[in-house]
Structure formats: C-alpha cells, structure tokens
C-alpha cells in the first residue's frame, strides 16, 4: 500500500504552444508541475491533510494530484478550469477534491467548482469547514491549455519533515 500524503496545496496554469499537448505541457510548467511525474487520482483529500501555498519537490519527483484541464485550438476561444477542496470540521475525516474546466470565465468555473464540493459535502453528510478554490482562464492565441490542479505530497517532499 502507498503512503496516505500529508500536505496539499493549489495549482493553476496555462500555456500556448504549437500542438495541443505543447500547449499542456506550458500550462503545467506555469503551474508548477511539469518537471515531476504526474499521477492522476480522483477526488479525496485524506484526513488530516495540511494546506500549503507552495509545492517544492525535486524534478521527477511521482506526484498524485487531482486536476482539470481543457485545450482548444481555436483562436479567441475563452476556455478555463478551477479546482475546489472541501476541508471538513473534523480534522480526522476526509475532504473533496473537484475540478471543472470549460468554455467560460474563469469567475464561473469557480462558482461551478465550489458549487460541486458543497454537494459532495451534503451527500456525505460531512460537515464543511471551508472552500478553497482556484481558477484561471485564457483566450487561445493559436493552441492553448488551461490546468487547474490539487497536488497531494508528503512532509519530507516539501523540506518540511
């Protein structure tokens, strides 16, 4: 079994390039990520887990992070993604991870986003604590990528044992 992680925090990007999966690739080096390995999860944040406002592991480093992401070549297109998490009144539960991304404004990606934590939330019948959210969006020059993440890690990754 793999180590639950401890700390998380909140990343978004984006990027141009000249094929759709340049234009990700930009838009993970603008958040933060492109140099480390990343590994897809889905939607819990574990119990216990501490918020952190920056993310330093070294390169290639295996990262679990649970994002949203959207690419469009069509220029003038606005396109976005935001990422939401739940923290629960109890430390010792769990919270929710969401992500959105879409052809809007990045203010309503982030109404979206919260608007699915609060759900997640009232179908658990969790208590909720707090809402963090982060969005961003972008008008697509020629190939553009918006990202939207929430990168989970451990105290050792961060420098912090």
């Given at each position: 079994?793999?180590?639950?992680?401890?700390?998380?925090?909140l990343v978004v990007g984006r990027?141009?390039?000249?094929?759709?999966?340049?234009?990700?690739?930009?838009?993970?080096?603008?958040?933060?990520?492109?140099?480390?390995?990343?590994?897809?999860v889905s939607s819990v944040l574990p119990p216990s887990c501490g918020?952190?406002?920056?993310?330093?592991?070294?390169?290639?480093?295996?990262?679990?992070?649970?994002?949203?992401?959207?690419?469009?070549?069509?220029?003038?297109?606005?396109?976005?993604?935001?990422?939401?998490?739940?923290?629960?009144?109890?430390?010792?539960?769990?919270?929710?991870?969401?992500?959105?991304?879409?052809?809007?404004?990045?203010?309503?990606?982030?109404?979206?986003?919260?608007?699915?934590?609060?759900?997640?939330?009232?179908?658990?019948?969790?208590?909720?604590?707090?809402?963090?959210?982060?969005?961003?969006?972008?008008?697509?020059?020629?190939?553009?990528?918006?990202?939207?993440?929430?990168?989970?890690?451990?105290?050792?990754?961060?420098?912090?044992?």
């Open positions: 079994m793999l180590p639950v992680p401890e700390l998380f925090t990027g141009e390039g000249k094929k759709k999966l340049t234009a990700f690739d930009s838009a993970l080096l603008d958040a933060g990520v492109g140099n480390m390995n990343l590994l897809r918020f952190r406002h920056a993310l330093k592991m070294p390169f290639g480093s295996l990262l679990p992070i649970a994002y949203g992401s959207i690419t469009s070549d069509v220029p003038g297109e606005t396109i976005s993604a935001s990422i939401g998490v739940g923290i629960p009144e109890d430390p010792a539960s769990f919270g929710m991870i969401f992500e959105f991304s879409g052809f809007c404004a990045g203010s309503e990606a982030a109404i979206k986003v919260e608007e699915m934590v609060r759900e997640a939330f009232e179908m658990r019948s969790l208590d909720l604590k707090e809402v963090k959210v982060k969005a961003i969006d972008h008008v697509v020059k020629e190939c553009g990528t918006v990202f939207a993440g929430c990168p989970l890690f451990f105290s050792y990754q961060s420098g912090k044992v």
